[in-house]
Structures are given as C-alpha cells and as structure tokens.
C-alpha cells in the first residue's frame, strides 16, 4: 500500500497541542508504520483554512494530483477536520473523487473511519456535520464577540489606521483596545483631510507626502 499523509493547521506557527502540525506529522506516520504501508508523500497546508472556500490549498492540490495521477492507495489524516470542516457534502465529494482513483480514506483520531467499508462512510457524513457544526460555532462566537467590543467602543483587529494607536482600557468586565490619536500620525492625518477637500487627488496627496517625507506605520 502506498499511502500518503496530509495536515492542516489553521495556525501558522507550531504549537504544544495535540494536533500541532509535529504531532499531526508523527502520528499519521506512525499509523501508516503500524499498518506497514509504504510512506509515499506527505503534504501540508499551514496556516490554512479548511472552512473557508476561498482560500487556497497548495498541499491538498498536490495532494490530489497525486491521487489523480494513481501513485497513491491510501491517505491519513489526522482527523477529518483537518481534510474539510464544510460539512458532509464536501467532504463526500473529496471521498467520491478518492474512491473513484482506488483511494481509501483512514483518520489517526477516528480508526472507525475507513472509507474501504460502508460503515466507514456512513460514520464519515456524520464526523463531517460535527466538524461543520463546531466551526460553525466557532464563527459564530467570533462574531458576537468582536460586536460586544464595537459596541463598548473597542478596536477590534488589525492595526490601527493612521493617525490613531491604541491602547488598552476596561469597560466594565472587558478589557479592549481603544483608538486614540497617535502622537506622531495624527497631525498627518488631518492635514491629508484638509487636502483632500482642497480638492486634491489621492495620487496628489501621496506625492506630497512623500515630498514631505511624512512618517509611515513601519518607518
């Protein structure tokens, strides 16, 4: 059997939890030894979604060349999740194109996941709603969350604009980051306002500031 591991982490850098991108690398290996399959391959997308349908996926596109091209017989995961968390439909059409290339599916997390058997399959669709459930959630949290910090005036990600820095205060139970004027940056903007209903253009305005050698966010 020539079996090939893929991983996903959401997370860009390595961590200590139990499906770090080093623990997902050691346990599907290991799996693949204890089986005594051939290890043909390893793919990996870090710091990749695997709810999002727009982002882009290199490891699991080569992953699936590989598969296309019939020079793998098995593929380990770690879990499912790591393959799709978009529920059971993506992930029985990720499993039909599998199957259609000889290609059985075996999760490190759920060994009852076996798509050489229906009952694998069956269990399949439901791991695959429980994984879309919990993102999901997830998303859903977020969400309410970073309205809960808008509404007791927060900044909620990314850095601040210019002209602004922030800082950290408490409102009541929370403790959030809030705009105020930068120092440096905040003259600079609003000479850019001021410019900008003087009627001058975008380009206009970058030209002089450039001229002026105004202060940047990295510089």
Partial sequence: MRAVSYIRQSKRREDDSKASPEAQRTKTE????SKGWDNAGHFEDIGKSGWDPN??????????????GRHVD???VFSLSRLTRR?????????DELERHGVRLVSVEEPY???STPVGVGILAIIAGLAQQ???????YITSAKEEIRRVG?????????????ERVTRGELTV??????????????SMVGWALDGESAASIARLLNETEAPTKVA
């Fill in 87 to 95: 529920g059971a439909l993506e992930a029985m059409k990720i499993i």
């Fill in 134 to 140: 919990e993102s999901d959630l997830k998303s859903a």
């Fill in 30 to 33: 290991a799996l693949m030894q």
């Fill in 55 to 68: 982002t882009h996926r290199p490891g699991f596109e080569e992953l699936m060349a590989a598969v296309r």
């Fill in 74 to 76: 098995a593929v380990v």
């Fill in 113 to 115: 996941l076996d798509t």
């Fill in 154 to 166: 927060g900044h909620t990600s990314g850095i601040a604009p210019y002209g602004f820095v922030s």
């Fill in 177 to 190: 980051s809030r705009l105020v004027p930068s120092p440096v940056e905040a003259d600079w903007a609003r």
